[in-house]
């Protein structure tokens, strides 16, 4: 039987407020991730904007503005934070850009996507996480394009994509993503082994790839084809 209980993302549909306490709880996290290194000011003003205590069941409520990453159930987390700042800033989204995002997870990245401005694609390999993220997001106001899938093949039917961003850990990078790049698009995806990925950037110029890489990160596996087995 249906049980609101068992679906704390819906249930937080008839709940979610956003008064001075959550905004005050939200340029305190704006504040310590711009002291962690984040300097893009839109990226941070689109972390101010999002509700991210409305992606926390009541019993975690309190942690919705630490820059942690936090179980979503499905053993998938959102992301920390920091994390899902510094891939924005590497990804350095327009306004107007195609985005494409793999792992669409809760959702959390994808609403800082649209908040600067970018038409998001988010796809999700996880049946369960797919169904309640697509019925949640639009309640907050968020409307990406929602695809479910194996995203480490990435979009083919909506290619070619301004921007790719990867938000789990993946053990190689992917062709199929190369190639759904346009010229001057860029890619972000964490590269390593299951426990620990080094975030790297690849930008097509003139029709070929140039490879930056960043710091470590810890992500959950990158699953499917090209991914982890
Ligand atoms: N971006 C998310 C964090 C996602 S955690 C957020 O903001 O909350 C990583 C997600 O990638 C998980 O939901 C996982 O199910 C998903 N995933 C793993 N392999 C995938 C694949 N091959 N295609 C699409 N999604 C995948």
């Given at each position: 039987?249906?049980?609101?209980k068992n679906?704390?993302?819906l249930?937080q549909i008839?709940?979610v407020k956003?008064?001075?306490?959550?905004?005050?709880?939200?340029?305190?996290?704006?504040?310590?991730l711009?002291l962690?290194?984040?300097?893009?000011e839109?990226?941070?003003e689109?972390?101010?904007?999002?509700?991210?205590?409305?992606?926390?069941?009541?019993?975690?409520?309190?942690?919705?503005?630490?820059?942690?990453?936090?179980?979503i159930?499905?053993?998938q987390?959102i992301s920390?934070?920091y994390?899902?700042?510094?891939?924005?800033?590497?990804?350095?989204?327009k306004?107007g850009d195609?985005v494409?995002?793999?792992?669409?997870?809760?959702?959390y990245?994808?609403?800082?996507l649209?908040?600067?401005?970018a038409n998001?694609?988010?796809?999700?390999?996880?049946?369960v996480?797919f169904?309640r993220t697509?019925?949640f997001?639009?309640?907050?106001?968020?409307?990406?394009?929602?695809?479910?899938?194996d995203?480490?093949k990435?979009?083919?039917?909506?290619?070619p994509?301004?921007?790719?961003l990867?938000?789990?850990?993946a053990?190689?990078?992917?062709?199929?993503l190369?190639?759904?790049?346009?010229?001057g698009?860029?890619?972000v995806?964490?590269v390593?082994?299951r426990?620990r990925?080094?975030m790297?950037?690849?930008?097509?110029k003139?029709?070929k790839?140039v490879?930056d890489?960043?710091?470590?990160?810890?992500?959950?596996p990158?699953?499917?084809?090209q991914g982890w087995?």
């Amino acid at each position: 039987m249906f049980n609101l209980k068992n679906w704390p993302f819906l249930r937080q549909i008839f709940m979610v407020k956003d008064d001075y306490k959550q905004r005050g709880l939200r340029n305190k996290l704006v504040k310590k991730l711009r002291l962690k290194g984040i300097q893009d000011e839109r990226v941070l003003e689109a972390v101010g904007r999002v509700p991210r205590h409305a992606f926390f069941d009541d019993a975690l409520l309190l942690h919705a503005y630490e820059d942690k990453a936090f179980p979503i159930g499905e053993g998938q987390t959102i992301s920390q934070p920091y994390t899902v700042a510094f891939q924005t800033e590497k990804l350095a989204v327009k306004a107007g850009d195609k985005v494409l995002e793999i792992g669409t997870g809760s959702g959390y990245q994808a609403c800082v996507l649209l908040e600067m401005g970018a038409n998001v694609y988010t796809i999700e390999y996880n049946r369960v996480l797919f169904e309640r993220t697509r019925a949640f997001l639009p309640k907050l106001g968020y409307n990406p394009y929602f695809a479910f899938g194996d995203g480490s093949k990435g979009m083919p039917s909506k290619a070619p994509f301004d921007k790719i961003l990867v938000t789990a850990g993946a053990p190689v990078v992917p062709d199929d993503l190369i190639k759904q790049l346009k010229e001057g698009g860029t890619l972000v995806i964490p590269v390593g082994d299951r426990e620990r990925q080094k975030m790297v950037r690849i930008i097509i110029k003139n029709g070929k790839p140039v490879r930056d890489e960043f710091d470590n990160f810890a992500f959950v596996p990158l699953l499917g084809d090209q991914g982890w087995k």
